[in-house]
């Protein structure tokens, strides 16, 4: 039999110092529930993503507070656009998907209640079931929504900000900055292709959006985020209070983790996170790898 983590009432004590100092981040836990929705709307925001407005009865009871706060988004079967989407059931506590599921990650860009929508940016691309449904999105579709399973609210009084993403961390940018009181002094550094990738950024006093395009060079494959963060990082005053947040390609994270690492910055500054992976469909960006 085992013994959940924590649960356990051993003899061994624990020092103050060995203690992991709390965590900023607020969490709150969320009944996890599985929608079918209608895309409302669909709007081209660049050449690579487009915004898909879901609704519909089912979203009732939805909840999301934070800027990265995330869904599980199921689709309907590859090819065939207009079938109702394969959701998953609970079966003795556990989430069960259907055999020839397909579903991905993605954050919730925002969530109007007073509307009754719920709105996500998605890449378009023609390398994977996701891409392809979002390149022929219209009205009137359904695709399946589980999640959030928990809604986080980061730091909102650090007078500094550093924010690292590529095209995967551009829907938790924008909610970021339309979240952020005025203030503090933001730095935005986002990798995308090229200039035709560049999404509008919300207007926010203090601001500072640095694009880097990496032209023909494979989504992953380069340094230009790393070197922006690590630049940026020797810029900031000594006596600043900072949150960094990054989001982008696993291996490009962990370049970033070590370039901060090295910086000196307090680990409680910082949440980092590999939202996906080179070469590995529906990557698990709570893995250890995607947390590393």
Same mark, same amino acid.
């Given at each position: 039999?085992? @013994?959940?983590?924590?649960?356990?009432?051993?003899?061994?004590?624990?020092?103050?110092?060995?203690?992991?100092?709390?965590?900023?981040?607020?969490?709150?836990?969320?009944?996890?529930?599985?929608?079918?929705?209608?895309?409302?709307?669909?709007? $081209?925001?660049?050449?690579?993503?487009?915004?898909?407005?879901?609704?519909?009865?089912?979203?009732?009871?939805?909840?999301? $507070? =934070?800027?990265?706060?995330?869904?599980?988004?199921?689709?309907?079967?590859?090819?065939?656009?207009?079938?109702?989407?394969?959701?998953?059931?609970?079966?003795?506590?556990?989430?069960?998907?259907?055999?020839?599921?397909?579903?991905?990650?993605?954050?919730?860009?925002?969530?109007?209640?007073?509307?009754?929508?719920?709105?996500?940016?998605?890449?378009?691309?023609?390398?994977?079931?996701?891409?392809?449904?979002?390149?022929?999105?219209?009205?009137?579709?359904?695709?399946?929504?589980?999640?959030?399973?928990?809604?986080?609210?980061?730091?909102?009084?650090?007078?500094?900000?550093?924010?690292?993403?590529?095209?995967?961390?551009?829907? =938790?940018?924008?909610?970021?900055?339309?979240?952020?009181?005025?203030?503090?002094?933001?730095?935005?550094?986002?990798?995308?292709? =090229?200039?035709?990738?560049?999404?509008?950024?919300?207007?926010?006093?203090?601001?500072?959006?640095?694009?880097?395009?990496?032209?023909?060079?494979?989504?992953?494959?380069?340094?230009?985020?790393?070197?922006?963060?690590?630049?940026?990082?020797?810029?900031?005053?000594?006596?600043?209070?900072?949150?960094?947040?990054?989001?982008?390609?696993?291996?490009?994270?962990?370049?970033?983790?070590?370039?901060?690492?090295?910086?000196?910055?307090?680990?409680? @500054?910082?949440?980092?996170?590999?939202?996906?992976?080179?070469?590995?469909?529906?990557?698990?960006?709570?893995?250890?790898?995607?947390?590393?």
């Amino acid at each position: 039999m085992s @013994s959940i983590a924590g649960a356990g009432t051993g003899s061994s004590a624990t020092s103050p110092s060995d203690v992991a100092p709390a965590s900023p981040v607020r969490r709150t836990k969320l009944p996890l529930v599985a929608r079918r929705l209608e895309v409302l709307r669909v709007e $081209d925001l660049s050449a690579s993503m487009r915004r898909v407005a879901l609704g519909g009865p089912e979203l009732a009871g939805f909840r999301s $507070d =934070g800027p990265t706060d995330h869904a599980k988004v199921w689709f309907p079967p590859d090819g065939r656009p207009d079938d109702a989407p394969l959701l998953p059931s609970e079966v003795d506590g556990a989430w069960v998907a259907p055999d020839g599921a397909t579903c991905r990650d993605y954050s919730i860009r925002t969530f109007d209640p007073g509307a009754g929508e719920v709105v996500l940016d998605m890449a378009v691309h023609a390398h994977g079931p996701a891409g392809r449904w979002a390149a022929q999105a219209r009205p009137g579709q359904q695709l399946g929504l589980l999640g959030p399973k928990t809604t986080k609210t980061p730091p909102m009084d650090r007078d500094r900000y550093v924010f690292a993403v590529d095209e995967t961390g551009l829907p =938790g940018l924008q909610s970021w900055l339309e979240q952020l009181p005025a203030g503090p002094r933001v730095r935005v550094l986002a990798e995308v292709g =090229g200039t035709a990738d560049e999404v509008p950024v919300p207007e926010h006093p203090g601001v500072e959006v640095t694009w880097l395009h990496r032209g023909t060079a494979e989504p992953g494959t380069t340094t230009l985020l790393p070197d922006a963060v690590r630049d940026a990082l020797t810029e900031l005053p000594d006596d600043a209070t900072v949150w960094l947040w990054a989001a982008a390609e696993a291996t490009v994270v962990r370049a970033i983790r070590g370039h901060v690492t090295r910086s000196g910055l307090d680990k409680r @500054s910082c949440s980092m996170t590999g939202y996906w992976r080179l070469g590995v469909a529906n990557f698990d960006h709570k893995s250890e790898d995607g947390q590393a």
